[in-house]
Structure formats: structure tokens, C-alpha cells
């Protein structure tokens, strides 16, 4: 028997959630509400693609916007139940229909939100490092090739200072 679609508002909210963690396609249709920790505001996952290596293990910081998404889902089990059962190709190309629908143009793909957050996250000026541990980039080159579209902006050194909880050291000539 074929399963069922999925409703279009769990595909809203998973496209929503892509967009707001750069998360993989399969990586978000795979979170559960366990790994929710609304003590730490910690969202943790295994990145399906790193599995066998033992390393890529995601652990992003719930902001305001993240949390917004995430408090639409469901509060226990599998936070996408029709979207985790689905092929990639499944999930791939019922964005492709609704790209078309919308009128985007061609080349945007549902891993364009991956490129996308990469982007964004390098024209906001986060560091480097953090971007890549954020996407889970072991390279700088392919980190580098998600995020080749956009301005290489930094933060103005009085904003690095004022996160610091450092005191900062001045000299009086």
C-alpha cells in the first residue's frame, strides 16, 4: 500500500526549518523532539552523511527565529513522521514542483538551502569556523565553494569587543 503524502504544512515547516539550520534534506526530515533540549536551547543531531566516520555531530543554539519553527512540531517522536519515510528524490522533487509553480528559476534546488544559510551566515559576518562547524564542514575549500556567492563581510572590532566578556586593556599616552 503507497504511503500516504504528506500534509503541505509539515513541507512548510520542513522547508522553513532547512532554512533556518542549512540543515541536509535528510538530517531535518530525520529530527525527533528528543533532539530538543529546551533546558540548554540545544538542537542535536548525528549528520546522516558522517555517520560512518563517527564524526558530524550537529548542536546548533535554538534562537528566536529557530525556536518559532520548532514549537510548530510535534512535542515527542519523529518531528516530520511523513517526510522521514520518503526517498530524497521524493522530498527533492516535490520542491521542484513547487519551485516551478512559483516561478523561481532553474538551478534552485532543495539543497540550495544549504547554500543559502552558508551564504547568508558569511555576508552576517560569522566567523569562518563556526559557519563550518555549524553546516559541518571538515574543509575550508568546501565550505568556501557553499558560500562563493557571497560579500566577505566582517564586524567592526568594537562589536567583537563588546561580546567579550574579557575586560579590554587601554593605554593612556
Known amino acids: 500500500m503507497p504511503m500516504p503524502s504528506p500534509p503541505n504544512k509539515e513541507y512548510r515547516i520542513y522547508f522553513e526549518l532547512l532554512w533556518h539550520t542549512g540543515g541536509s534534506q535528510t538530517d531535518i ?7 530538543i533540549d529546551w533546558n540548554t536551547r540545544r538542537l542535536f543531531y548525528a549528520r546522516q552523511k558522517l555517520k560512518s566516520s563517527g564524526q558530524g555531530n550537529a ?6 527565529a529557530l ?17 522521514r519515510e ?26 540550495s538551502y544549504r547554500y ?3 551564504e547568508r551566515a ?34 567592526p572590532l568594537e562589536w567583537y569587543e563588546s561580546q567579550s566578556t574579557k575586560p579590554t586593556v587601554t593605554i593612556s599616552l
Request: aromatic share 6%; charged share 25%.
Open 86 to 111: 520518503l526517498k530524497e528524490s521524493k522530498r527533492s522533487n516535490y520542491f521542484w514542483t513547487k519551485r516551478v509553480k512559483a516561478g523561481l528559476p532553474d538551478g534552485i534546488v532543495l539543497h
Open 67 to 83: 525556536e518559532s519553527v520548532l514549537k510548530q512540531l510535534p512535542s515527542e517522536g519523529p518531528l516530520f513522521p511523513h517526510l
Open 116 to 118: 543559502g544559510w552558508a
Open 59 to 64: 548542536c546548533l543554539v535554538i534562537g528566536k
Open 122 to 155: 558569511q555576508t552576517a559576518g560569522m566567523p569562518e569556523r563556526e559557519a563550518m562547524a555549524h553546516l559541518g564542514h571538515g574543509s575550508k575549500a568546501v565550505h568556501r565553494a557553499y558560500a562563493r556567492s557571497a560579500d566577505r563581510v566582517t564586524m
Open 29 to 35: 526530515a530525520n529530527l525527533r523532539a528528543e533532539d
